[in-house]
């Protein structure tokens, strides 16, 4: 048994992989910004709440105090911690260069990347003050290996995930602290709602798995780099895609998932009760 963290942890690819460490027998203590996610997934699980197998914290990961909080209280009730999987995101800056506004690149990078260190910074702490060595795991996407798989500022910001878990898996090795990072493809999630609408032709011109990527593809995949006795695996990326980083070219193009298409700019928050702030971009741009 495992005691873990899941950021994001009420939806998509957080949830599946909060109901496959419970369903391993492991404590998980899942942190998410949005209430009613919140209280879904504690009635969802309410014999893993009332047993204490499964605590709820509501915090934005890129607030480092309410995090540093969270993390600490899930390590004082289950009597320590043995990692985190640093979920949480959002859709982020959407449209061209040139109608992005820095606020909302910089509200981006906020939860995508600056969450991401938060996570891993505060857990390393516990688990070296532990001396028990732990997992960490990072979600990125593909989105940080393919220029055109995602939207601009999300693709940039997935990317620095995708290099933080390389250079904090070098650094946390000594202490037993394995670092990786598991890269979801188009997956079928709240965050990416219009890949429930893809066409099997639609995934035979970019994905050559025909089916679609559902939640729980990913969640095995870090459930496996969070099992203790794969621990020698650090600095790592694991893509889960049905091979598109196999394939490669103009991804977003052909699944249309590149935000230049469709006329637009503004700002995606993803599953955090926000309403995204959408707006027709310039008519100046191509």
Known sequence: MSRLIVTGGAS?????TVRGMLDRGDRVGAIDLNPASLAALRATFADAVADGRLATAQADVSDEPRMERAIGGFADA???IDGIVNNAAIGGAIGPLVDTRVEDWDATFAVVTRGVFIGVKHAARLLIAQGTGGSIVNIGSIAGLIADAGPQAYSVAKA???????VFGAE???HGIAVN????GLIETPINPTSARRTRDDFARAQPWPEAGRPEHVARAVLFLTDPAT???TAETVTVDGGIAGVGHRLGTLMGTNSLQHGVAGMNYGTTGRAADIHTRRASAP
């Open 12 to 16: 998509g690819i957080g949830l599946a």
């Open 160 to 166: 620095a995930v995708i290099h933080m878990s390389r």
């Open 231 to 233: 621990r020698f695996i």
């Open 78 to 80: 289950f009597g320590g």
């Open 172 to 174: 946390l090795a000594p």
């Open 181 to 184: 990072t598991v890269n979801p």
